[in-house]
Each structure stands twice: as C-alpha cells, then as structure tokens.
C-alpha cells in the first residue's frame, strides 16, 4: 500500500486517472454512506453483489431503493489515503468489503479477494 492522493469514489478513487475526473458524486446508504461516482454508481447492478460481500442473490434494485441516496451538488475534495499501487484498490473498500462480508455472514470469494481470503 502507499499513501497518495485519491479521488472520492469507493470503487475507482485509487485509479490515478480517476483522481480529476468531472464526476458527479453521491453518497450511498447501501455501502454505508460511502461516496461513489456517477460511473460506478451506474455500473453497479452489473455487479456480482458477493464481489461487494453482498448475499448473492441480492436484488441491487431494491436493495438501493431501501437505502438512502444523496447525491452530492458539488464534487467533494480530493484526499490522500493508502491504495495498492498494482491494482489501484482503495484500503478503506478492502476493509468496508471485509465488514460488509462478515455482516452479511458472507464467504468471500477468492476469485476476486485472493489477498482478502485468508488461505
């Protein structure tokens, strides 16, 4: 992990590319009041829900209708955190994934966790 400058987004924000980006934001009560892009936020239900420690039958629809949404009128600040400087994986969505799994009394799947499974 190194420490840098990143974009506000859960899923991409360790993508140096993604750190000036025009995005739009929101915040999603679904991830815990996480902020995601317009860009994630719109690819989610393409999303295996497991890969987010979801049950995987999860119905994204409702699930997000369920929860608060907020998006933001202007683009929060970039910030500096620890992200993986391989894969670009923000530490704090490996550790809301890790807490999300165990909330869920979900199995990760080492598929896409290899480094977050243990074993």
């Not at 420490?3 to 590319?17: F, K």
């Not at 999860?58 to 209708?65: N, P, S, V």
């Not at 799947?109 to 290899?114: A, C, N």
Request: proline letters at 8%; aromatic letters at 14%.
């Amino acid at each position: 992990m190194v420490w840098r400058v990143v974009a506000p987004c859960l899923d991409c924000g360790g993508d140096p590319s993604e750190v000036y980006d025009p995005h739009k934001f929101a915040r999603i009560g679904l991830f815990d009041s996480e902020m995601f892009c317009d860009f994630c936020d719109a690819d989610m239900p393409s999303t295996d829900p497991t890969y987010w420690g979801f049950p995987a039958d999860l119905d994204w629809d409702k699930a997000m209708a369920e929860h608060s949404y907020e998006p933001l009128s202007s683009r929060p600040s970039e910030h500096e955190e620890w992200v993986c400087p391989k894969c670009y994986t923000l530490l704090r969505k490996q550790q809301f994934i890790l807490k999300n799994a165990s909330r869920n009394g979900i199995e990760l799947s080492r598929e896409y966790w290899k480094y977050l499974v243990p074993g």
